[in-house]
């Protein structure tokens, strides 16, 4: 049995230039990978499906960013890229046990199936809306930009209760918070930012309660729960976050995997797969979320015959977990509706911190997707998808553009 001293690492490309191929030398590496973060940050990342399972439901593995040796030892810097993923602040997100359960509680009675579908008549407006923006005169158009992003963007302001004016200056410190580029002098000043706007957010809905999440947290901590002003920011934060970012990747990726995988688009249009196959095949091939970042082991955990030794930090690769041929067999890296194991993802998470959010991000999908091909069955990549450019974000699967032809 080996430790992390004595695997070579295997280094994240912070510019995302070959997210497959990183991916795939991530499996090969064994279910235990040695990794070195953008900043030579050093982590260990689970790389295959069972082992994730279990790991994400090892409770020797903890949220508590002060487990880690090396934040004890001050060797992560206060202005590391990726400090606003890896310390996000005190929410159900970085917390284990008894808080964890109290906090996703609140999230999740806020959050409910009612409230979810009560969404579907204000997505399919948007969607329409949308779609009726676009135009249809065979001109390239950005479908990122001008579909995929501004729709989970709508919803989750409209669930959280952020005001619309707030979304232009959101979306460009997100792209800061997420992204591997952010000069050093700027991630400090992002995060501030972000908390003011969410804790004003927050004050907002404290005085004049509304029909959103944020409210519903408010008044929950006013009944007993006894959140902190800390965790309702730090919820609402990373509810935007996640809300957003995770169905604009699914959203472009499905488009993507279709434009490359014409017979099973034709599949889909002909009606011998349907949407839900879409979308449950994109999670897994195409994971929105490359890496969610961290855990940090309380004390030595064998997977199989590597260790992650006590205080070290663990990361969760889905781009690799996704493609795991002992999970979906040797086909495994090709795109297919069809293909039985298609639902066993973990591409939302497993365990106690699954995403509570999976249903809403499955339902804007569901109304975005059939939608957009109802409109524009023909529609197609304007430009070759080696083209495509992923953005410099090592936890996301996200392009910076999508450039289609509606009607080619």
């Not at 992204?179 to 004050?203: D, F, G, K, Y």
Request: glycine content about 6%.
């Amino acid at each position: 049995m080996t430790t992390g001293t004595e695997a070579p690492r295997i280094a994240l490309d912070p510019f995302v230039t070959d997210l497959d191929g990183e991916s795939a030398a991530l499996r090969a590496a064994g279910p235990l990978a040695a990794v070195e973060l953008p900043g030579g940050v050093p982590v260990w990342a689970v790389t295959h499906h069972a082992e994730a399972k279990a790991l994400l439901t090892d409770p020797r593995l903890v949220k508590d960013i002060n487990v880690w040796g090396a934040w004890r030892r001050g060797e992560i810097p206060a202005d590391w890229p990726l400090i606003g993923l890896a310390n996000p602040g005190r929410s159900m997100l970085t917390v284990d046990g008894a808080d964890h359960r109290r906090l996703r509680t609140l999230v999740a009675q806020a959050l409910t199936p009612r409230r979810v579908e009560r969404m579907r008549e204000r997505i399919e407006k948007l969607t329409q809306d949308l779609l009726d923006a676009l135009p249809a005169d065979g001109s390239a158009v950005d479908l990122k930009a001008a579909f995929a992003y501004p729709l989970p963007m709508y919803v989750i302001a409209d669930l959280m209760g952020i005001e619309e004016a707030r979304l232009p200056r959101l979306k460009v410190l997100f792209e800061k918070f997420f992204s591997t580029q952010t000069p050093p002098e700027e991630v400090v000043a992002t995060l501030t930012e972000l908390a003011r706007i969410m804790a004003e957010t927050v004050a907002a809905k404290r005085a004049e309660p509304g029909d959103d999440l944020t409210s519903a947290l408010v008044l929950a901590s006013q009944d007993g729960d006894r959140l902190t002003d800390e965790e309702i920011v730090s919820t609402l934060q990373l509810m935007v976050a996640a809300g957003h970012e995770t169905t604009i990747s699914l959203i472009v990726n499905a488009v993507v995997n279709l434009s490359t995988h014409p017979e099973q688009r034709d599949l889909v249009l002909s009606g011998q797969a349907d949407w839900a196959a879409v979308i449950e095949e994109t999670l897994r091939f195409s994971t929105p979320t490359s890496h969610v970042l961290i855990r940090f082991a309380t004390e030595d955990v064998p997977v199989g015959d590597q260790v992650i030794p006590a205080g070290d930090a663990l990361i969760v690769s889905y781009g690799a977990i996704g493609r795991d041929e002992h999970a979906h067999g040797p086909t495994a890296g090709r795109f297919d509706l069809t293909r039985e194991t298609r639902n066993r993802h973990i591409s939302f998470g497993h365990g106690p911190h699954v995403c509570p959010g999976a249903a809403l991000s499955r339902l804007e999908a569901g109304i975005a997707l059939p939608a957009l091909y109802a409109r524009f069955p023909r529609l197609d990549l304007a430009v070759p998808a080696a083209e495509l450019r992923n953005k410099p974000v090592v936890t996301q699967n996200d392009l910076f553009e999508l450039p289609v032809l509606l009607n080619p």
